[in-house]
């Protein structure tokens, strides 16, 4: 039975088709006085000529006519008369008994009455014959449209096999004198050759003509508003529009999915109504759904469309972006012109935009239904084609990863290149993947050996704490020579990463021992991975630079280096220089080209912001660590974050942010650590332990330091870190002894290694300290001497740290102003941690020289500064110093700051002027206010003027005495 819908049919026809329904109706009238017509309705596939033409049906029917219908179908093209014995078989089931005599056809093309049976092929029956039978038709037509006027309708006759064609075309020829009319609908017919008599059927001079296109925006509107339980918006509409075409099937489909989804409990807040029923304004971002309705409705005008649009639209789906018509005709083996027919036909109704479809639910659609052993073989001849044409290797790898191994010479080149480039896309399971499988394509060990290496580095992006036995594994092929030097000293520095110190430098010194006497451009690439390999060990691995049998190359570092390579430079300088200036733009000119970072650069940005921080350049490195991760968003590499967030944790640990220096220490250490120790998650861990340490949560810091590192570690940069976290640690709980000898052993690598600056770790301070803790003043004086003693290098930080420790070993009288002078050093830099330190002491040195006044000032300012970075023991320490201990309570969250009678104190300021003034009586520059409340450091001068001169003061200072207490937490 046929769909009564199938040709994109509506229930009602809508106003927008009513004139040509009104035509046709007006033939119906006409033929009912005696003059027969002869009308077609010809329109694409799904346009609604079925509808049409049962609406056509209706109207005879209503107005008393016969109506006899014939639907034509491809698959009975080739049988004579098929068409006309449903002609006849209608007549039967309409007037029962009729049926249709022996018109004499001869044998093999006979009509055999109401059963509507034919048989024969056409070319049996002699032109005589087919004569005869086409006057018997006209014969019992005209004797039926005696009795009343009479309607045959024929759908699809472009399908209609020649001999019922000829049949009609004769009846059509003698129309006028009949009480006759015959609509006929005519679909698209692309690869098919029609019978010549179709056109002289169609094309007679007396053939009314009628066009059916797609639906306008008025059309979908009347059809979505007749069957939603809401008004559609006219975004709704026009979203319609652009996804159907107005194609009238795919329009019901949309629609039909609308109304599914349009229940409260199933789709709340996509296209809701009040509690009375009442449309409400719809969401403008919601997604116009394209489900299962949608998709197999698109299915189904495919396969209306033939075969051949079937094995077009699959290979679209397959191709997807990569789709042309001369690709598709090569994978289809169909025609270019004939690709380009169907082209035009499924863009007209609303499948396809040019070679694309026009929505991913279509392609997903076709791809499901495609047989599985018939995916894979066309899978395998796209990616071949697609080689062929020079497609990229990554459009081509889709395919191979979807079929299947292919065992060609060009396929493992092709997954590899695919392989990088989804590393640089940050898609490393894709990747892998892709890796994984040309392992299985892979017939030459020189091959496997290749992408062995580049999975091994793939691995390390993915899961760095457990890649340690990727990389060992191709040790022997690398000292057997069998890898390229690039992805020789990729594998030597992953060993070294996992601090498998001898097994990296026994790779590192084989491809160092090479004779030269390779082509010049092989050995050009080995000299600059070693150079490389060279900066990474100055950088990371100071205590081996000495370990390597003969020196490493050398090459110059210059702008057309590579960004891993001139930050890895940056970085070893500064560490060697201090904040030498030529590091610090390197550094800069490296992050400036970060802007889409890829990941094989991670190392490389992480270096460029570990050199910024050891020149003390905090606000700079801060400043492009927020631009990283903004941008880093859009990446899922594990130990990309982590090495991101190690930087980042040690620019806030610096800056004296406290928590969150160990919030990203935490989040770095876990991406990073493993059972086994490597040199990032231990650099994370020790910045994790010193924040922990100055925060005051030992107990914490001391579950970090319980597993015993191994002896690899105190080569490495991260291990003179963990060296110093543990002695802060020892100090702050006590183990003096323990102390002194983390900082000492830190300065003996230090100076063995040529990295002695105090922005890497300040080991002299931190010995000096235990030393002054001990009571040995004078061996803490002459570490301290030394100290500021060294040349002046640009470290601000380190330079106020330094004078800190100066004024320790001095006499109370002297150590103000240089306390002053390291606090606003380290200000200049933004330490404030170390600020507040030297607050407390200042505010100590205060109280001892009888400045009371001045000596709670200091207190105050420095309790607030602690506060505001969370070092909470700091704190604790200031509170008998700022508040009398019978005023202490469990409440207090701040001492109070002068005298009662000064309370409200900022009580006439405006909201802005009290936020200026609170942070700048704690401590803050103008620049840091500015920072923290986005306005620029002129508007803070301004208010503090303002400040000033309200509450009748002068200087800070005074703001300190007059200002009521208010907590950090109050900003």
């Known amino acids: 039975m046929r769909d009564e819908h199938a040709d994109g049919g509506i229930s009602t026809v809508l106003t927008e088709r009513t004139e040509i329904l009104e035509r046709l109706d007006e033939l119906l009238v006409q033929s009912a006085r005696g003059r027969g017509a002869i009308a077609v309705i ?564 992480q270096a460029a912001l570990l050199a910024l921080c050891y020149a003390d350049e905090l606000d700079t490195a801060r400043r492009w660590y927020e631009i990283l991760v903004a941008d880093s968003r859009r990446y899922d590499v594990p130990v990309w974050q982590g090495l991101l967030e190690t930087a980042g944790a040690l620019i806030s640990l610096r800056r004296g942010q406290l928590a969150e220096a160990a919030r990203q220490a935490e989040i770095a250490y876990s991406r990073l650590s493993g059972s086994r120790w490597n040199i990032s998650g231990t650099f994370a861990l020790a910045i994790l332990i010193e924040a922990r340490t100055s925060m005051g949560d030992h107990k914490a810091a001391a579950k970090h330091l319980a597993p015993e590192p191994p002896p690899a570690l105190f080569h490495t940069r991260a291990g003179l870190h963990y060296l110093y976290a543990r002695g802060r640690h020892h100090l702050a709980t006590g183990n003096t002894y323990m102390a002194l000898s983390d900082f000492l052993e830190c300065g003996t690598l230090m100076h063995r290694w040529n990295v002695d600056t105090p922005a890497l770790v300040p080991w002299r301070l931190g010995a000096a300290e235990a030393w002054l803790r001990l009571g040995d003043r004078e061996r803490a004086a002459r570490l301290v001497e030394k100290q500021v003693a060294m040349p002046d290098t640009g470290l601000t930080r380190s330079r106020g740290m330094a004078l800190h420790g100066l004024a320790l070993v001095q006499p109370t009288a002297k150590q103000p102003p240089v306390l002053l002078d390291a606090f606003r050093q380290l200000e200049i830099s933004g330490a404030w941690y170390e600020a507040a330190a030297v607050l407390v002491e200042l505010s100590r040195a205060y109280q001892q020289l009888g400045e009371k006044a001045r000596a709670r000032q200091t207190a105050r300012r420095a309790w607030r500064l602690a506060k505001s970075c969370g070092a909470e023991s700091m704190c604790q320490a200031l509170l008998p110093t700022t508040m009398p201990k019978s005023t202490e309570t469990k409440e207090s969250a701040a001492p109070s700051v002068g005298d009662r009678s000064d309370q409200g104190g900022f009580g006439g300021l405006s909201e802005s002027e009290r936020r200026v003034a609170i942070l700048a009586a704690q401590g803050y520059a103008n620049r840091e206010i500015a920072d923290r409340l986005f306005i620029t450091v002129s508007t803070v001068e301004q208010h503090l003027t303002r400040v000033y001169r309200k509450m009748g003061i002068r200087n800070r200072e005074q703001l300190l005495v007059g200002a009521h207490a208010v907590s950090y937490e109050t900003v």
């Not at 053939?207 to 059809?223: K, M, N, Q």
């Not at 299985?440 to 340690?468: G, I, M």
């Not at 992953?494 to 084989?510: S, T």
């Not at 891993?564 to 400036?592: F, I, P, S, W």
């Open 42 to 605: 010809s329109g694409s596939t799904a346009m609604g000529k079925t509808t049409m033409l049962d609406a056509v049906a209706d109207m005879a029917t209503s107005a008393g006519s016969t109506v006899l219908s014939v639907v034509s179908a491809p698959h009975e093209r080739g049988l004579p008369f098929a068409a006309l014995a449903q002609l006849f078989h209608a007549l039967d089931a309409r007037v029962p008994g009729t049926g249709v005599p022996d018109i004499g056809v001869p044998e093999g093309a006979r009509l055999i009455g109401p059963s509507g049976m034919v048989g024969g092929p056409p070319h049996s029956a002699a032109h005589d014959d087919l004569v005869a039978v086409a006057r018997q038709t006209h014969r019992v037509v005209a004797e039926l449209a005696a009795e009343r006027p009479l309607l045959i309708t024929v759908d699809d006759v472009q399908h209609t096999d020649a001999a019922t064609l000829f049949c009609l075309r004769y009846l059509a020829q003698r129309l006028t004198q009949l009480s006759v009319t015959l609509v006929l609908s005519r679909g698209a017919a692309v690869g098919e050759q029609p019978p010549r008599i179709l056109y002289d059927l169609l094309y007679q001079t007396s053939v009314r003509r009628f066009h059916l296109g797609p639906l306008s925006r008025a059309g979908i509107r009347e059809l979505a508003a007749s069957r939603l339980p809401f008004v559609p918006a006219e975004e709704l509409v026009t979203e319609i529009h652009t996804l159907s075409v107005g194609n009238p099937l795919l329009v019901q489909a949309l629609i039909e999915e609308l109304r599914l989804r349009a229940e409260p409990d199933v789709f709340a807040g996509h296209f809701p109504w009040a509690s009375d029923g009442s449309p409400v304004k719809q969401d403008p971002e919601a997604e116009l759904p394209t489900g299962h309705v949608f998709q197999q409705v698109v299915l189904a005008c495919l396969h209306r469309l033939g075969p051949r649009a079937v094995r077009i639209a699959q290979c679209i789906a397959l191709l997807d972006k990569a789709a042309t018509p001369l690709l598709l005709s090569r994978l289809s083996g169909i025609d270019a012109e004939m690709i380009r027919r169907y082209l035009w036909l499924l863009t007209g109704v609303g499948v396809l935009d040019g070679a694309r479809f026009r929505h991913p639910g279509i392609q997903q659609a076709v791809l499901r239904e495609m047989p599985a052993d018939e995916t894979t073989d066309l899978r395998h001849r796209a990616a071949s084609l697609l080689h062929d044409n020079g497609a990229p290797p990554q459009a081509i790898a889709v395919h191979l990863l979807n079929a299947g191994p292919l065992c060609e010479e060009w396929v493992v080149p092709v997954l590899q290149r695919a392989a990088r480039h989804a590393l640089a896309e940050a898609e490393v399971l894709e990747a892998i993947r892709y890796l994984e499988l040309a392992r299985e394509c892979c017939s030459e060990e020189q091959d496997r050996l290749s992408v062995t290496a580049h999975y091994a580095y793939a691995q390390w992006q993915l899961r760095p704490a457990d890649s340690a036995q990727h990389f060992l594994t191709l040790k022997g092929p690398v000292i057997g020579g069998r890898l390229p030097a690039e992805d020789s000293a990729r594998l030597a520095e992953g060993m070294l990463f996992h601090l498998n110190l001898d097994d990296g430098l026994e790779v590192i010194d084989q491809l160092n021992d090479g004779d030269g006497d390779g082509e010049a451009e092989a050995d050009e690439h080995m000299a600059t991975a070693l150079h490389g390999t060279r900066l990474l060990m100055a950088a990371e691995f100071p205590g081996l630079l000495d370990r390597p049998r003969r020196p490493l190359p050398t090459t110059a570092v210059s702008a057309t280096s590579t960004s891993e390579l001139r930050a890895r430079h940056a970085l070893a300088r500064t560490l060697e220089r201090g904040a030498d200036e030529y590091a610090v733009a390197l550094a800069e000119q490296v992050l400036q080209g970060s802007q889409s970072p890829a990941p094989w650069r991670l190392q490389g940005l």
